[in-house]
Every structure is written in structure tokens, then in C-alpha cells.
Nanobody, 125 residues
Framework: QVQLVESGGGLVQAGGSLRLSCAASGHSFSYYAMGWFRQAPGKEREFVAVISWNSGDTYYADSVKGRFTISRDNAKNTVYLQMNSLEPEDTAVYYC??????????????????WGKGTLVTVSS
């Protein structure tokens, strides 16, 4: 069993930056592919980014490519999402997710094993 707890959300002005963290507890964190999804008010959940267990592979949604960076520290059981050049359209609840294997199908939320409860990011214009 793996528990995921997100933090780092808040209110920021457009053009600003935030770093989200997702702390994992339980066993075998380092073997999981980890990623981020988001859900804006009144919209469906959408994929943001994913990283493989050894940080060797990453994949981003086109909407955040070049602005967001996903990383992980397996010694700290934590995955991060550095968000730069934030836009009002980035306003959403951001969720951390874990799956036992990495592939681009992670973006469809196929086979996600664990979800966090989310952290709210609000970008003001």
C-alpha cells in the first residue's frame, strides 16, 4: 500500500512559480512511475506529467511542456512538480498518482494504482 500526500499549492500571480511536492509512504516507492494530473473547476481531469522510477524518462502534456518540470528524489520518497510561467488556465486541483510501470499510457490514467487527495493551485491574472 502506498499513501500519497500533496503539498505546495496556493495562490500565485500569472507569470509566477510554484513547486508542488508529493510525499509517498509505504513500501517500494522507488519502483513506481509517478505523475501529476489536474482538474480545473467544471472540467475533466487531465494529465500533466509522468516520470519513470529512475528518472530516466519523462513525458509532459503539450500544455505544460517547457514550463513545468517533474522530478523525484527516491531517497526522500518524494516527487516534485516545478511550475514556472504560470497562467490562469493552470488553475486546478493537482493530484499525484503512482503506477507500477512507466509508459505513455500513464497519461490516460490507465492502471493507476494510487492517487493523492490533491492540492489546489490558483493563478490570478
Amino acid at each position: 500500500q502506498v499513501q500519497l500526500v500533496e503539498s505546495g499549492g496556493g495562490l500565485v500571480q500569472a507569470g509566477g512559480s510554484l513547486r508542488l511536492s508529493c510525499a509517498a509512504s509505504g513500501h517500494s516507492f522507488s519502483y513506481y512511475a509517478m505523475g501529476w494530473f489536474r482538474q480545473a473547476p467544471g472540467k475533466e481531469r487531465e494529465f500533466v506529467a509522468v516520470i519513470s522510477w529512475n528518472s530516466g524518462d519523462t513525458y509532459y502534456a503539450d500544455s505544460v511542456k517547457g514550463r513545468f518540470t517533474i522530478s523525484r528524489d527516491n531517497a526522500k520518497n518524494t516527487v516534485y512538480l516545478q511550475m514556472n510561467s504560470l497562467e490562469p488556465e493552470d488553475t486546478a486541483v493537482y493530484y499525484c498518482a503512482a503506477r507500477t510501470y512507466y509508459s505513455n499510457s500513464f497519461s490516460r490514467a490507465d492502471g493507476i494504482d494510487y492517487w493523492g487527495k490533491g492540492t489546489l493551485v490558483t493563478v490570478s491574472s
